[in-house]
């Protein structure tokens, strides 16, 4: 398992500011975040892990509802509940997919991993501040505040299981083959800014899903395909060579299908 630790070493902070090349990764944690650690780990020498507390479901849901009102928050986590007995049909296509892409979801012993309540908190703001990073890299983690980014003086960037604009937020892979979209089934790292995934464009990756893929799957394939995007945004980063682009394209804030419109592609289009 990752190295835990509960306080900055003084051997951390003082390799931080005499190479000046720090990562730090901040993400709640998960598989798919343990698959771009690991192919940061193997490019970078110094990377350290900010993993923040996940929130509850109870959490989730009043902030949907005051979004998208209760019958769809709730309808979202009963998608999310029920989607877990399908979750068992897809470990093979999850191996396969891991296999096929010479990943790994296993935690490195060697990373330091810094336990954190939020990346928005005191304590985790002067966390990231003592670390001195160059980058930060952001993957599956709350969305940064703020006053949060506006205390970060290197560049910020977010990996973003989607294509940016047409599939901002959660299950942009999802969302795409439900639109039949294929040609936007992809990845995005881009530039953090206070929007929703909304700051500029830095790489993108697509992918064909198959026939086994399902919402389980369709991250894993999104980031076991896309690690090379995330090192060569790192790279330029680490050189002050960001070159950020936009693309002029509708964009759109996805969420949680709910459960009637996730049982609905499934059962009469084979979108699960």
Not at 34 to 48: E, K
Not at 79 to 84: D, E, N, Q
Not at 181 to 198: I, K, P, Q, R
Request: with cysteine; aromatic share 8%; net charge positive.
């Amino acid at each position: 398992m990752y190295r835990s630790q509960s306080a900055l070493t003084e051997s951390e902070t003082s390799t931080a500011a005499s190479t000046g090349r720090r990562i730090v990764v901040v993400t709640a944690g998960g598989d798919n975040p343990n698959i771009l650690i690991n192919a940061l780990a193997a490019r970078f020498p110094d990377i350290v892990v900010l993993q923040e507390q996940p929130e509850s479901k109870a959490l989730f849901v009043r902030r949907r509802a005051r979004k998208l009102g209760w019958a769809t928050a709730l309808g979202q986590l009963a998608m999310m509940i029920a989607s877990r007995f399908r979750k068992r049909l897809t470990r093979r296509r999850a191996a396969e997919i891991l296999r096929s892409y010479g990943v790994s979801v296993d935690k490195p012993p060697s990373i330091p991993v810094h336990q954190i309540a939020s990346i928005n908190d005191a304590e985790g703001r002067a966390r990231l501040t003592a670390l001195q990073p160059a980058v930060v890299f952001l993957v599956s983690c709350r969305m940064l505040k703020p006053a949060t980014l506006a205390t970060i003086p290197c560049p910020v960037l977010n990996f973003h299981a989607g294509i940016n604009p047409q599939y901002r937020g959660l299950m942009g892979g999802y969302w795409a083959l439900v639109g039949n979209d294929l040609e936007n089934f992809g990845a995005t790292v881009h530039l953090v800014d206070e929007g929703v995934d909304t700051g500029r464009i830095l790489y993108q990756s697509r992918q064909i899903p198959s026939r086994a893929d399902t919402i389980h799957t369709y991250p894993l394939l999104q980031t076991a395909a896309s690690t090379d995007i995330a090192i060569r945004a790192v790279e330029d980063a680490l050189a002050g060579y960001l070159r950020p682009f936009d693309i002029a394209a509708p964009s759109r804030q996805w969420y949680h299908p709910p459960v009637w419109a996730w049982l609905w592609n499934g059962l009469r289009r084979g979108i699960w």
